[in-house]
Structure formats: structure tokens, C-alpha cells
């Protein structure tokens, strides 16, 4: 790619390894002309009825609605850079850190991030869930629901073509130009008409180094 090209990697906050990719393809932008937009999916909206699961908010403090309904409140009044600064700061909390989610987090992860440590309060509103659905449902429609997070939208081989998928998941993420091979790579499967799957037996902890 001779243009910067944009990226969206669908997330939900929660993820260990979503936050590593993540963390892979800033390195990416960095060494590819590649512009990152982080922007939400909510796996409880996508487990819900999944062996007989519900997607009501049934985990007290540490729910999953939290984070993803305050992601979505940043992105609408701020646009989307900032939701990939909150990210970052709610990653460093929760990966990192290990802090427990809940309105705290929240508040300290918005100021952290330069934001309104108010729009925490969200966290236990359904004000944002129909804006919530819709990026979730925007993110996984073009890999359907047989899959979690990350999602990824990339440029395919043919301009104007996008192309989406699940992945990569990986530890630690690469650094430097070794996360521009590792993105070289995955365009050039991802882009291949027909191919579907590349996968072997996950045998290492997420890590964050």
C-alpha cells in the first residue's frame, strides 16, 4: 500500500488477547502505512443464549457491559481517536494492572485518557446499548458469529475491496518491523479467496511484555 490505508479493529475491553493485538497494531502503524481505528463489540452481546447464557447484566461490579457501554459514550461525543486512548487506558488498568472493573476503574481510566470522568456513570445505563448493538453488529457481520474478538477490517487485494477477520491471536506482540511481517502475512491470507482457517492448540498465558 502506497496510501495510508485505515484499519477498524473491532474490540471489547475485557479481552486479554484482544488488548494484545491491539498493542501489535499500533506497532503496526508504525511501521506500515496503516492508520488504526478502535472501535466496539461487546462479547456479552455476542455470547447471549450461548448454552443458555443471557446477556442481562447478572455480574455485579465486574459485568462486561461496563466498559464497552463507556467506550461507546467517548466515541459519540468525542469520535473515535479517543475511544483508542481510552482503550489504552482501561487495557493498562485491567490487563496490566489487574484493578477491578467497576465505576473506579472507570472514572480513573477517563482521566487517564483526558476525558470526562463522568461518562463513567454509563456504565450502568442501557442509554447506550442500541448504539453499542450496532457497532457490534457492524464489526461481525462480515465474519459472522462463530467467532469472538478481535475483529478486524483491512484493504483487500483488489482497491475498494475490504476484507474481515477474527485475529490474530498472539503473545507477546511483536514489535517493530517484526509486526509489520506478522501484518504482511495476515493481509496476504485474509485477502485469499476461499481461505478460511489457520489455527493450532493455544498453549501459552496472555503476555504482556
Known sequence: M????????FFDPVCPWAWITSRW?????RVRPVDIRFRVMSLVVLNAGRDGRSDG??????S?????????AVEQRYGSAAVGRLYTALGNRIHIDREERGP???RAALADAGLDPALAD??????????LRASHDAGMKPVGQD?????????GPVPGETVAFFGPVITPAPKGEAAGRLWDGVLLVAG??????LKRTRNERPSFD
Request: glycine residues 10%; proline residues 9%; charged residues 25%.
Open 2 to 9: 502506497s496510501e495510508r490505508a485505515s484499519v477498524d479493529m
Open 25 to 29: 497494531l499500533l506497532e503496526v502503524e
Open 57 to 62: 447484566d447478572q455480574d455485579g461490579p465486574e
Open 64 to 72: 462486561k457491559w461496563g466498559p464497552v457501554r463507556v467506550c461507546v
Open 104 to 106: 473506579e476503574l472507570y
Open 122 to 131: 454509563v456504565a450502568g445505563s442501557t442509554g447506550y446499548d442500541e448504539a
Open 147 to 155: 467467532v469472538g474478538t478481535p475483529v478486524i477490517h483491512a484493504p
Open 192 to 197: 485469499t479467496p476461499g481461505f478460511y482457517e
